[in-house]
Structures are given as structure tokens and as C-alpha cells.
């Protein structure tokens, strides 16, 4: 029997060959032949598989179990194609051939060897059958690589397979299979390069797509890849150059390596540390290697776009492991549109916490609704992404398509700062920040849609929103908030989940004007105000002289934020001069304070129980976040609220008067500095008239945007008490197990199950649902996901940062320089855990947070820039902060010295 016949050197393959050595091992030749360093190797031909299908009787049994297949039941198909590989894997590879194996692998001294396939019909320019056929890694003896040499050529006969020719005409009977045998590449990082982008058929642009370790976990789809984004240009002369546009650091969370014990083959699955999970799998120097490469190959194979699979080993060597042409290389005429980018940045500032799904309707529609679409079309703005907001991994993410369109139509290029372009990812490309940065602003349709807002919507207004908010609020919001609890009391117990649903209905209603208000009050005079104050700033002074003043000019605020923690202090306060009552706030646990209170006689306790329920009466339908799932303030047994308390109560306690006096001072100071310097300018009247004028409107709408938030927060009790109430009706009657899984309906089930429209088994796979929602919320309680999505692939930007440097860089938020011991809180149940002058690190704030930041020293913030809450109330109680230093509480440790300098927006580590 001949060698050459069953056994082919991939040196010895040339293109007249591909008929017994496959499209695969032929193309790898190919690259061999041109320099190319490939992992050494031979085939198994295409003869050495029909070898085997004749010596063990196979091809008859094959053409019986197809016959048997009815291709519109994929039972059936699916039962069919499993007898078929069980057949081929209880055959025997006939004893010539093995001993050729064992032969070429004894004198190749291979140590770990990869099996894969080489099929006839494989990647062709029309049809492509990537991932059909299996590869199998690491086996480390002759009789593993017999085993999976088999098995390769069952995987030519899985459903999917069989299903795909098929589907595509191909004869079944023709399948041809040739085996690659290799030696085994141990990557250190590996992926897939497309010479063309395969999502835009932009022939310009190149992607590579990487991941630690081999290869399988990006070709298999089982983690989210580094994605990186290549220009490719020709010069004048003609030579191809190369730029990155976008770096994609994906969710990878885990890589494939091989098992690397003595006895075992294959690969297992490990889970990446959480700085390999941040960091780039590639260098820049690396990722331009790749595409030159790519380039090399694609002129190889007649310049026809390539999909490439590459590795690069522990010594740095680039090798491609297969090249095949990108099989659909022209858009469809009826293609869908580019996939939506969403991001979580604009989330940081306005919606951070993790949410519910029936949360998520009652906030998210009138914010489409009305504060999107409704505004749009007032403005004149057309062809405009309805799609505002998307729910994922129980985060709110934005519509970046909508961002950059706002961008574009009412923020000049002047104003557009670090904090603004935080919202969209690094580089070029369509959202890059440099993109954005570079957009035209359109004046004319800005001025356009000002004339439209005075003539259809005059209350959007700068110089009215705020006054007409606040009548609202004073004469209709709270009026209508104390009729709606009465008529609540009324039907509760009726156990009438319609009368109940039309009070929500109701209380919907009433919070159109709040969405028909904040929609100007929040993006566009807030952050329009906040930002033109910013730029006027570093226009008459300087860059510098603005980030160190600005913060300070928008402290000294009065609010509803600023007013519930004042109160919170007074209750602190009263606390620390009752010495008994502070020693039992302290002794005992925080859910069973409220209930002792009510048993305690004792005057001062009885004085400060008083106090306290006069504090709920005013503010307890806040609570340390916005979620509806969670309980507010009010609720006993008041855990949060008294932990709080047992932060603020310490032997030093600080008058919070002097303080307030002391920083009402130097924001005076201040602000009398910059009007002297501006006056001195040449127009300096003329100067500071227009800037201040600016500036107490982006202090009005600071204001605005705290006065609203402490209205959501009444709505959010509303709903949640009246949804509470729903869900204890489903609770009994055995719908649900808790009553607050109603949260995870959508109001349309909700409706359902009060109408018994659902069959028993429609409402089995609702509760089915119900379930899998609650368990992804629970998952991602106190996890912030990726910042950005594209279609549905996670990625964050490159990290600006390792996790072994001293020197951490982020948004200045609050002026200050303090040198102390940081403190990482991940969850609100710590927060009696602080103590006085820590500075604080945490992934986001939220107002209700805020009330210990009189004790703290300093502020960090994994997300979020300089009008998030945290930066808001730092402000306000003149301690430094830095926000937006991506994986702070990971990256600090409790107990750390840190020189933290809200100037520069830096935190340095002093000690490990």
C-alpha cells in the first residue's frame, strides 16, 4: 500500500492536490510554500477516509440512516446523524494506515498533537463550512490521536452537517474528509483576523479578534473577545499602511488552555483573573503585526478577503493556523442596519443601579416616550433612533446612536470636554470619541429647534422650566401623592388587582409634566449650562485655573440631596449628646433599633423617636438606590437609615454649622476671584455679565436635577407600595413565592394574570421566566457590567492603567488634596463600616449614600463625572473626589494609604 496514497507532508502538497488533501491543508501548504511559519505536520488524505468507510462496511449503513432522515423533523435528523457517528467511531482504522500513523508520529517526536479537518467542499469562496467539522487539541499518544481521528471524521456527520449540505445541494454521498495531524501550537493568545470588515463590508477596514490562551474559545463562541478595529490604506508610492481605530476590550471572563498534566488530554476551561479580563490579549505592536500579515496572505490567495485563524506562541512567533476566503463579500440589498452601539456611560450619571424589569417599563417608556421621541419631534429633529435604552444583565444601557445625535444637534465642539466624551468608547469609527469630538454642530437646526420649543412647548424655556417644575410640584405632584395614599388605603384589602393597576395608571398620568419638565431641565439646560460654564471658563482664564475653580463655583448649593443630609445630621446630632440612647444605637444590630424605640419609655428615647418619625414623614420615600425592589427608607425596619446613623455617631463629631460657614466663605472667595480676573479683561463687564448669568443657571439646574430626583423618588414609593400589593395577591395565590418577584413581570403579564388570559401552560413559562429574570438581577446585584455594547458583544475601553501602577487617573469632581486610608464599600450594608476621614471608594453613588460623606475625607468612584451624585455632594461638604477610575474597588484595597488630589483627578497608592 502506498505512502503517498493515504499520507501527505504538508511540504509536499501543492494546489494539484487539494482533491486528496482538502481546501484546508491545501491553503496551508500554500502559506508554507510562501514563508509562512506553520506548525509542522501531514495529512491524512481523502483515501485513507474512504479506506476506512470500506473496511468497516460503512458506506451502505450511511446511504440506510440517510434514507431514514425526514429533514422537516429534526427529531428525526438529529436521531439519524447520531447512529451514523456512533458507527464510525466503533470502527476500526484499518492496520495499514495505523501503522503508517504511528510511523510519521514516532519519527516527528511530536509531544502534543492537533487533530483537525480538511474537508473537499471547505471553505470555498461560496459556501462555507467553518465550524461544521471538529478540531481536536493536546492528545498526547498515538492511541488518543487514532480515537479522535475518528471522531474527526464522525463530526462530518453531525445534524448541523448533514442539515447544511442539504440545505446548499451539496450530495451527502460526496463528502470527502482528509485529517490535518499537527503539532501542537501552545498559544499564548490567539484569534481570528478578517482582511475585510465582515459586519460593514467596509474593504478599508480590518477586525482582529483575540483572546488569552487557544484559539477555541473565540471559534466556538464561548467568551466575548478583544476586538480591534484596523484601517488599511495604500500611499501614493503604494505600500499598504495600517491604524488602529477602535480597541474593543471584550467581557472575556474565561480562556481554553491545554490540560498540561502528563496523563490528560485536551483542554480545559479556565476562569481570567480580573485584570487579565481588563487588559488587552494584544499589544498595538502586535495587533499591526496581524494585519500585515493578513495583507500578505490575502495577496496570496489572489487578494480575495480572508478569514484567518492565528496564534502567537511563548516565543512571540505569529503563525496562522488556517486561512479561508470571508464567504459573503457583498451587503445584501435588504441587509439590517448596522448593529445599535449602547453604552452604560450616560447610565453612570443618571441610572446606575441594577433594575428590575417591570422597573425598567415604568421609567423607561416615558423616557422614550416623552423625553425622547415627544422632545424630537417639538424640536423638529427627524429620522431620529426611537430606540432610546436597552436592559442588560440588569443594567440600563443608552442608545449612543440618540447621544451622538443630541451631540451633534446642541453641543458646539468647544463645549465637548473629557466628561462629556466619557459617554462613548476610544478611538475613531462611528461613536469613537474622536469622532465625536470632530462632529459639525449645527447651528442653524439648534436655533431652528429653540424657535420650535417657544412656539409648541414654551415651559422648556431655560429662564421657566425650573419655576414651572416647581409649581407643579408644590401645587399638583404632592397634592395628588396624599390623595393617591388614601384611596390606596381604600382598596387594598379589596383584593382588586384592577383597581390597583388604575391607581398605578393614574399616578403615570400625573408624572407626564415631571418627564415633559426634566427632558429640558436635565440634558439640555443641565449639562448644556454645566458645560458652557466649563468652556467660558478655560476661555477667559485657563484650563487649569478652570478645573480648579469650576467644582468650587457650583458647590454651596441648596437642594433636596443638601436637605435630607442636614436633617440626617440633626438626628446624628441629638444622638450624640443622649449618651445612653447613642450607646444603644451602637450595641444593637440595625434592623431591631426601630422596634426597640417603640418599646423604650425612657424621655430622651421616646424625644428622638419622635424626631425620627417626623424625619420619614418628610423624607422616607428615599432610599440607597432607585429601584423599585428595593425597600425605601420608610420601611421597617429601617436598616440602611440606621446604619447610616451609626456611621454619623463618633466620639469627634464635627459642627457641620462651622463647616457649612467655613466653605460658604471660600466659595465666596472664589467666586470673587474669577469675577476680578474676567473684569480686568479687555469687555470684562461684558465678560462677567454673560458668565454669571450662566453660571446661576447651571447652579438653578443642579438644583433641578436634585429636586426632581427626590420627586421620582415619591413615585418610586407610590409604585412600589401599590405593586407590593399586586404581588401579594399572586403570592396567595400561588403564582409566585414572594410578592416582590412582581417586579420581574412586565405590565403587560402583570395584566394578563389579573385577566386569567394566559393557558396553564402559557402561565407555567411565564412564572418560568419570572424566575430566570430574578436570578440574572440577583447575579448582578453590586456587578457593573461591561460599559458598552455592540450588537449584542460586550466591551470596555482599554484599560488607561495597570493594575500593578501607583498612579491612578480620573475626572477631577471636588477640589482638595488629602493624603488617608481608603475604604472599599461594595455593598450598602457596610456602610456603618466607615469611619471618620477614610476616603470612600465605591462603584457609583446614589443620594441615598451621601449623608456620611461629612465624615469621610475623600471620594472615588469606579464610574460617573463631575454631576454625578458623589461628585454633587463632595462638592457640597468640600472633601476631594475622583470619579471614573475603572475597577477602584478592586484595584484599592481597605486599609490603603492613597494621596488623592481632586485637582488633577489622580490617586497615587502610598503603601501596599
Keep these: 500500500m502506498s505512502l503517498s496514497l493515504y499520507i501527505k507532508d504538508l511540504k509536499e502538497i501543492s494546489n494539484k492536490n487539494v482533491e486528496v488533501v482538502g481546501n484546508k491543508a491545501a491553503n496551508l501548504a500554500c502559506l508554507l510554500r510562501n514563508g509562512f511559519k506553520i506548525p509542522d505536520g501531514f495529512v491524512l488524505t481523502t483515501s485513507a477516509y474512504q479506506e476506512f468507510l470500506q473496511f468497516n462496511d460503512l458506506e451502505m449503513k450511511i446511504h440506510e440512516f440517510l434514507s431514514k432522515i425526514d429533514h422537516y423533523n429534526a427529531e428525526s435528523l438529529e436521531r439519524q446523524a447520531e447512529e451514523i457517528r456512533n458507527a464510525i467511531v466503533k470502527g476500526t482504522i ?38 461544521q467539522y471538529d478540531t481536536y487539541l493536546n492528545l498526547k499518544s498515538v492511541e488518543q490521536v487514532l480515537l479522535h481521528l475518528k471522531k474527526c471524521y ?33 498559544a499564548r493568545c490567539a484569534g481570528l483576523l478578517f482582511t475585510m470588515n465582515p459586519m460593514t463590508f467596509k474593504t478599508h477596514e480590518m477586525i482582529v479578534e483575540s483572546n488569552f490562551g487557544l484559539g477555541e ?86 487578494g480575495i478577503p480572508q478569514d484567518i485563524e492565528w496564534a502567537i506562541d511563548e516565543r512571540n512567533n505569529f503563525i496562522p493556523l488556517q486561512a479561508r476566503p470571508i464567504t459573503i463579500l457583498k451587503k445584501p440589498e435588504h441587509s439590517k442596519q448596522e448593529a445599535i452601539m449602547w453604552s452604560r456611560g450616560y447610565s453612570d450619571d443618571y441610572w446606575n443601579d441594577n433594575v428590575s424589569p417591570l422597573y425598567f417599563e415604568l421609567l423607561g417608556d416615558p423616557l422614550t416616550k416623552i423625553v425622547n421621541m415627544e422632545l424630537n419631534s417639538i424640536m423638529g429633529y427627524k429620522r431620529m433612533d426611537k430606540r432610546l435604552l436597552k436592559l442588560f444583565k440588569a443594567h440600563v444601557y443608552f442608545n449612543l446612536n440618540v447621544l451622538k445625535n443630541k451631540v451633534e444637534n446642541e453641543i458646539p465642539k468647544l463645549m465637548r470636554n473629557k466628561d462629556l466624551l466619557n459617554y462613548f468608547p476610544e478611538g475613531k469609527g462611528s461613536f469613537g470619541k474622536e469622532t465625536i469630538k470632530d462632529l459639525p454642530f449645527h447651528a442653524l437646526r439648534r436655533i431652528v429647534a429653540e424657535l420650535r420649543i417657544m412656539i409648541h412647548d414654551p415651559n422648556g424655556s431655560i429662564t421657566k422650566t425650573n419655576q414651572v417644575y416647581e409649581n407643579w410640584s408644590k401645587e399638583e405632584f404632592v397634592p395628588f401623592c396624599r390623595s393617591l395614599d388614601q384611596r390606596f388605603e381604600k382598596i387594598k384589602n379589596k383584593k382588586d388587582v384592577n383597581a390597583l393597576l388604575d391607581l398605578a395608571s393614574a399616578l403615570e398620568e400625573k408624572m407626564i409634566t415631571h418627564f415633559r419638565l426634566i427632558r429640558y431641565g436635565i440634558p439640555v439646560h443641565n449639562i448644556g449650562m454645566n458645560l458652557l460654564v466649563q468652556y467660558l471658563l478655560t476661555k477667559f482664564l485657563s484650563k487649569e485655573e478652570c478645573n480648579q475653580y469650576y467644582p468650587i463655583l457650583i458647590s454651596g448649593l441648596k437642594n433636596k440631596l443638601t436637605e435630607t443630609n442636614e436633617k440626617i445630621h440633626e438626628l446624628a446630632s441629638f444622638i450624640n449628646v443622649h449618651p445612653a440612647l447613642k450607646k444603644k444605637m451602637r450595641e444593637l444590630p440595625s434592623d431591631s433599633i426601630y422596634s426597640y424605640l417603640l418599646s423604650e419609655k425612657d424621655s430622651s428615647f421616646q424625644a428622638f423617636l419622635k424626631k425620627f418619625n417626623d424625619f420619614l414623614e ?17 420601611e421597617p425596619p429601617m436598616t440602611n437609615l440606621f446604619d447610616i446613623l451609626k456611621s454619623l455617631i463618633s466620639e469627634e463629631w464635627d459642627d457641620l454649622e462651622k463647616l457649612k460657614l467655613k466653605k460658604e466663605k471660600r466659595q465666596k472667595l472664589i467666586e470673587n476671584l474669577v469675577e476680578s480676573k474676567i473684569r480686568s479683561q479687555r469687555l470684562g463687564f461684558l465678560k462677567w455679565k454673560i458668565f454669571s448669568t450662566i453660571l ?62 394566559l393557558t396553564e401552560q402559557q ?101 460617573g463625572g463631575i454631576l454625578s451624585h458623589g461628585a454633587v455632594v463632595s462638592r457640597e461638604y468640600g472633601i476631594p473626589a475622583v470619579t471614573n477610575i475603572e475597577n477602584a474597588c478592586k484595584i484599592f484595597q481597605t486599609g490603603q494609604l492613597v494621596l488623592l488630589n481632586g485637582q488633577e483627578g489622580t490617586v497615587k497608592i502610598l503603601d501596599e
Design 94 to 131: 484499518p492496520p495499514s494506515i495505523e501503522a503508517m500513523v504511528k510511523q510519521e508520529l514516532k519519527n516527528r517526536k511530536f509531544s502534543e498533537v492537533a487533530v483537525r479537518s480538511s474537508a473537499i467542499a471547505e471553505d470555498l469562496p461560496k459556501a462555507s463550512f467553518a465550524g
Design 154 to 186: 464522525a463530526s462530518a456527520w453531525t445534524a448541523r452537517a448533514i442539515s447544511y449540505r442539504h440545505a446548499h445541494q451539496i450530495p451527502q454521498e460526496k463528502v470527502k474528509l482528509a485529517s490535518i495531524i499537527q503539532k501542537m501550537i501552545p
Design 217 to 302: 474559545s473565540i471559534v466556538g463562541g464561548t467568551c466575548c473577545p478583544d476586538q480591534y478595529i484596523v484601517e488599511r490604506k495604500k500611499s501614493k508610492k503604494g505600500k499598504e499602511t495600517f491604524r488602529i481605530l477602535n480597541k474593543r476590550i471584550g467581557n472575556k471572563n474565561i480562556a481554553i488552555i491545554p490540560k498540561n498534566t502528563e496523563n490528560e488530554h485536551g483542554t480545559e476551561v479556565i476562569h481570567l483573573t480580573e485584570e487579565e479580563n481588563k487588559t488587552s490579549s494584544l499589544t498595538t505592536s502586535q495587533i499591526l503585526e496581524l494585519a500585515r500579515m493578513g495583507v500578505k496572505i490575502e495577496k496570496i490567495f489572489n
Design 618 to 634: 418628610l423624607f422616607g420615600d428615599r432610599g440607597f438606590t432607585r429601584e423599585i425592589y428595593y425597600p425605601r427608607w420608610r
Design 696 to 757: 446661576n443657571f447651571s447652579r438653578t439646574y443642579i438644583n433641578f436635577r436634585e429636586n426632581q430626583r427626590f420627586n421620582l423618588d415619591r413615585w418610586i414609593t407610590k409604585n412600589r407600595k401599590i405593586f407590593l400589593a399586586i404581588g401579594n395577591m399572586f403570592k396567595e395565590q400561588g403564582i409566585i413565592d414572594t410578592e416582590e418577584k412582581i417586579f420581574f413581570f412586565k405590565k403587560q403579564e402583570i395584566k394578563k394574570v389579573a385577566k386569567r388570559t
Design 763 to 863: 402561565l407555567k413559562k411565564l412564572i418560568t421566566n419570572i424566575e430566570r429574570r430574578y436570578e440574572q438581577f440577583k447575579q448582578n446585584e453590586n456587578i457593573l457590567p461591561s460599559k458598552f455594547l455592540l450588537g449584542s458583544r460586550e466591551f470596555n475601553d482599554v484599560l488607561q492603567h495597570e493594575f500593578h501602577d501607583t498612579v491612578f487617573q480620573g475626572i477631577p469632581a471636588s477640589q482638595g488634596l488629602i493624603t488617608a486610608r481608603v475604604r472599599i464599600l461594595n455593598e450598602i450594608n457596610q456602610l456603618s463600616k466607615v469611619k471618620k476621614g477614610e476616603i470612600l471608594v465605591v462603584s457609583r453613588t446614589d443620594p441615598g449614600w451621601t449623608p456620611v460623606f461629612s465624615m469621610i475625607g475623600g471620594l472615588i468612584t469606579e464610574t
